[in-house]
């Protein structure tokens, strides 16, 4: 049974900074891709971040140059680093696996975890 756990959410001020953690259990991280999504309150789920097995990563517009994804195959976690952020960086954030081609789309994942609040205030 595959189940991901995320950690590291939490309240911020603008411009500061956290790092969210998922945790994976019941499956290889190195599999297929992994990402991260984030949906703020009456809006959809966003594809923020992913990573594919070959390290290969892609990002949405509204947080590239400060948000980095990592991948420890040998610890089989996914981490998420936020620096600058913003109030629009406000929402719950999901870890998800076994996608493909480092795809930011909801629907090409098949495992997720249950989330992790950011809040971001100004």
């Known amino acids: 049974q595959v189940q991901l756990v995320e950690s590291g959410g939490g309240s911020v001020q603008a411009g500061g900074s956290l790092r969210l953690s998922c945790s994976a259990s019941g499956y290889t991280s190195s599999k297929n891709s992994m990402a991260w999504f984030r949906q703020a309150p009456q809006k959809e789920r966003e594809g923020v971040a992913a990573?594919?097995?070959?390290?290969?990563?892609r990002y949405t517009d509204s947080v590239k140059g400060r948000f980095t994804i990592s991948q420890d195959n040998a610890k089989n976690t996914l981490d998420l680093l936020m620096n600058s952020l913003k109030p629009e960086d406000t929402g719950m954030y999901y870890c998800?696996?076994?996608?493909?081609?480092?795809?930011?789309?909801?629907?090409?994942?098949?495992?997720w975890g249950q989330g992790t609040q950011v809040t971001v205030s100004s």
């Open positions: 998800a696996a076994d996608g493909s081609g480092a795809s930011l789309s909801v629907l090409e994942y098949n495992y």
């Open positions: 990573i594919d097995p070959d390290g290969n990563t």
